[in-house]
């Protein structure tokens, strides 16, 4: 069955440092989403992505993120100088066709800013 | 704005028992979508149900189901013959099919444990 990968499962990186999240959505998935939970809190939307731009953006998704699809099969997420409180799961979603088709999660990696 | 409050923050049950998991929600939409996600200790998370709000009929899925009441904006999870592999924490979560918006809410989470 196909899935939604992640790499890498842990991060950890100093604060002020940039990383890179990757993500491969499930292969004729046209919808593509980050979405974050800080440790016992509950999973926050990022951003959603369609057509090769940005179709949604939260509060949350300001300067220091970006997203890009850079082939046919990668999706990543990049925080340019991480804080403190950016450490959390971050989740990876693709949905299929259609908007409102279901949303199936990677396994996520876990971000530490030390 | 969509909100989705889980007002149980623990719940516990016996195996083979069976369970219900409360959910309701907020919208202004009248097309929307609801979900149970699950969260095992992996972290992983995996698609329990889905429901679309414009079918009266509940969502079933083996051995959970949901009890949908629109006119309450409730939306409820049941597990039937509990089992060890369900403990897990158990996200409700919706979508709005209108306008622009692209993204499911959360609520807070419902921590399950099953109990030999």
């Known amino acids: 069955e196909p899935e939604v990968t992640q790499t890498p499962s842990h991060q950890v990186t100093q604060m002020g440092q940039e990383v890179i999240l990757r993500c491969v959505p499930i292969?004729?998935?046209?919808?593509f989403y980050w979405y974050r939970q800080i440790l016992g809190q509950k999973v926050e939307f990022l951003v959603s992505?369609?057509?090769?731009?940005?179709?949604?953006k939260s509060e949350i998704f300001d300067d220091q993120f970006s997203v890009e699809r850079p082939d046919g099969s990668n999706f990543t997420l990049k925080i340019r100088s991480t804080k403190l409180e950016d450490s959390a799961m971050y989740f990876c979603?693709?949905?299929?066709?259609?908007?409102?088709?279901?949303?199936?999660f990677g396994p996520g990696t876990r971000l530490t800013v030390l | 704005a969509q909100t989705v409050t889980q007002s149980q923050p623990e719940m516990s049950v016996q195996e083979a028992e069976t369970v219900t998991l409360s959910c309701t929600y907020d919208?202004?939409?009248?097309?929307?979508?609801l979900f149970w996600y699950k969260q095992p200790p992996s972290r992983q998370m995996i698609l329990v149900i889905r429901?679309?709000?414009?079918?009266?009929q509940n969502a079933t899925e083996n051995r959970f189901s949901v009890n949908f009441q629109k006119a309450a904006k409730s939306f409820s999870l049941k597990i039937s013959d509990s089992q060890l592999g369900d403990t897990a924490m158990y996200f409700c979560?919706?979508?709005?099919?209108?306008?622009?918006?692209?993204?499911?809410?959360f609520g807070k989470g419902t921590l399950l444990t099953v109990n030999p």
């Open positions: 979560a919706s979508f709005d099919s209108g306008g622009s918006n692209y993204k499911l809410t």
């Open positions: 979603a693709s949905s299929g066709g259609g908007r409102t088709d279901t949303q199936y």
């Open positions: 429901q679309e709000a414009y079918k009266q």
């Open positions: 292969s004729n998935h046209l919808y």
């Open positions: 992505f369609y057509n090769n731009e940005i179709s949604e």
């Open positions: 919208t202004s939409e009248n097309n929307y979508y």
